[in-house]
């Protein structure tokens, strides 16, 4: 099941809880301007990376089909403004808020939710103008956000080896050493700058914007077959474009699809989030050099790798 899904499953889940609860301490009767309605509405505010919120939208449908599994099954979602009123929750895709068309009335017994899935140091916005409190809850990659949303771990699920002569076959196709996309060049995280000094002791590849190789996937046939690109790698340089806590993305995962090593550069706590000796983590290097000396070493050794 997609994160967002079930992001969405317990957002609404919490709010249906907090809509029956609000008609339940009352006597009964329902005031129009006050009290929730006993179905339970999701208003998204905002667009989503510039896209209207509507049934046309993969994220509007995604968040449909989580509702499917959702312990509450009476919960309703809309990007429909005149029912702000009516909603128990507002999400505000923090990227795409227009501080000039913020809601003008807002009901005391509503959520309004903060969700943004990029680091802080990628998004460019300052919340100084907006009032305390304005936000309750956190949808966000944050661990210690309200509603998680780990989108990445619920969509890349590894293969896991039932047999383990698996692996023979699957070193057999890796006939080339390590490989990058990137096509974000210049990020907070620097990494194109540790990409630079690693190709002086290695070979890398990089496909991208940054790179002299190209592999669009403009369809989702393309998009497989770049994938597939990676299984013929021993490492994937998995440098996220932010150093920032809990911030993982999709580059990873990507590596694992792939039975690739994941070369890992970022911010997050990754022995509690991947299984042991499963990835390598470049801050356990003295040097750009020490680590291209090591990837070698296990490039030269099946055993080690």
């Known amino acids: 099941m997609d994160n967002r899904q079930f992001s969405f499953g317990r957002l609404y889940q919490g709010q ?23 179905q339970p509405l999701i ?9 209207d919120f509507n049934s ?11 509702l499917r599994s959702c312990p509450v099954n009476n ?22 808020m227009q501080w000039e068309k ?3 009335y807002r009901d005391p017994q509503q959520y309004y939710v903060f969700h943004l899935l990029e680091s802080p140091r990628h998004t460019e916005m300052s919340l100084a103008s907006l009032a305390p409190g304005f936000f309750n809850l956190t949808f966000t990659y944050r661990l210690d956000s309200d509603i998680v949303a780990d989108t990445y771990f619920q969509n890349y699920k590894p ?4 047999d383990w002569s698996s692996f023979e076959e699957t070193l057999r196709v890796k006939t080339k050493l390590a490989v990058a996309f990137v096509s974000n060049c210049i990020t907070p995280s620097r990494r194109n700058l540790v990409l630079e000094e690693l190709r002086e002791y290695i070979a890398i590849d990089v496909y991208g914007r940054c790179g002299p190789l190209k592999c669009k996937p403009t369809s989702l046939r393309k998009e497989a077959a770049c994938d597939r690109l990676v299984s013929t790698y021993k490492f994937y340089l998995a440098f996220e474009n932010s150093v920032c806590r809990d911030y993982v993305t999709e580059k990873v995962h990507r590596a694992y699809a792939q039975d690739t090593v994941p070369v890992i ?19 356990d ?4 050099k020490a680590l291209a000396e090591h990837l070698l070493f296990l490039s030269a050794s099946s055993a080690a790798y």
């Open 285 to 288: 290097f003295p040097s750009a």
């Open 102 to 104: 913020l809601p003008a």
């Open 159 to 162: 293969p896991m080896w039932a």
């Open 75 to 96: 919960c309703v979602i809309t990007s429909n403004r005149s029912m702000l009123n009516q909603s128990s929750a507002v999400i505000f895709h923090v990227r795409d």
């Open 16 to 38: 249906s809880q907090l809509a029956l609860a609000a008609l339940d301490n009352s006597t009964g009767q329902t005031e129009s301007k006050t009290a929730l309605p006993r």
């Open 56 to 66: 046309r939208q993969q994220i509007y449908q995604e968040a449909v089909h989580g």
């Open 43 to 51: 208003l998204y505010w905002t667009k989503y990376y510039n896209h």
């Open 265 to 283: 550069l970022g911010g997050a706590n990754y022995t509690a989030l991947f299984p042991p000796n499963s990835f390598i983590n470049i801050w």
